[in-house]
């Protein structure tokens, strides 16, 4: 198993930008591809980015694509969440994810997940 932890999140005003950390720790952190997911109040949880295990193959939605980098440390068992440019539309929850597969972006096929970091962007 792994164990996942956010941080980073607060409040922004939009244009700004913001950097989450999950934190990973129990087995190998490089063992796993690992995704971000947001849910915003009364709305379901949706994908946000994901990369490989070795961080080289990444997927955006189309929403945050060109705004948001995702990034990992491997030697550091942690990964990364840049948000620039931010939108009062990306305030939600922030969740970091991981899965054993090689890269994913639906929220069923990963298999831990942290507790999540409010983000809230104001206009």
């Known amino acids: 198993q792994v164990q996942l932890v956010e941080s980073g999140g607060g409040l922004v005003q939009a244009g700004g930008s913001l950097r989450l950390s999950c934190a990973a720790s129990?087995?190998?952190?490089?063992?796993?591809?690992m995704g971000w997911f947001r849910q915003a109040p009364g709305k379901e949880r949706e994908f946000v980015a994901s990369t490989t295990r070795n961080g080289e193959v990444m997927h955006y939605a189309a929403s945050v694509k060109g705004r948001f980098t995702i990034s990992r440390d491997n030697a550091k068992n942690t990964g990364y969440l840049q948000m620039n440019s931010l939108k009062p539309e990306d305030t939600a929850d922030y969740y970091c994810a991981a899965t054993a597969r090689y890269i994913a972006t639906a929220p069923t096929l990963f298999d831990y997940w942290g507790q999540g970091i409010q983000v809230t962007v104001s206009s």
């Open positions: 129990g087995r190998t952190f490089s063992s796993y591809a």
